[in-house]
């Protein structure tokens, strides 16, 4: 791998550990709870609605709101980075092509 490569994954990598909290934050998931008139509000609702009226542990909503208010797992940052690493390599990669 290549110098460009290894920095593309690097930068991928940190680039999406960093901004995971900041697109949760943005779309409504945070410390405080679930934002009023946000995307999260909207992704509760209909939750709530197709489950009678709550919202069921593990969904989608559930884990969302737990690692807007916790902040993400030593797990799920490791994914997160693995992802953003591969996006990077890719990137890199489609770069050397062109």
């Known amino acids: ?3 460009l490569a ?7 990598a940190g680039g999406a550990v960093a901004l995971g909290p900041v697109l ?5 998931f945070t410390a405080a709870g679930i934002a009023a008139n946000s995307l ?10 197709a489950n ?3 919202v069921a542990a ?3 909503v559930a884990v969302l709101q737990s ?7 030593t797990s799920t940052t490791a994914a997160v980075a693995s992802v953003g690493g591969t ?12």
């Open 58 to 60: 593990g969904t989608a």
């Open 52 to 54: 009678g009226g709550g």
């Open 67 to 73: 690692a807007g208010a916790a902040g993400l797992a």
């Open 6 to 12: 290894c920095m593309a994954v690097a930068a991928g």
């Open 24 to 28: 949760l934050g943005a779309a409504g």
């Open 40 to 49: 999260a509000a909207s992704m509760m609702a209909t939750a709530a609605a």
């Open 87 to 98: 996006v990077g390599w890719l990137a890199a990669a489609a770069a050397a092509l062109i």
């Open 1 to 3: 791998m290549g110098l």
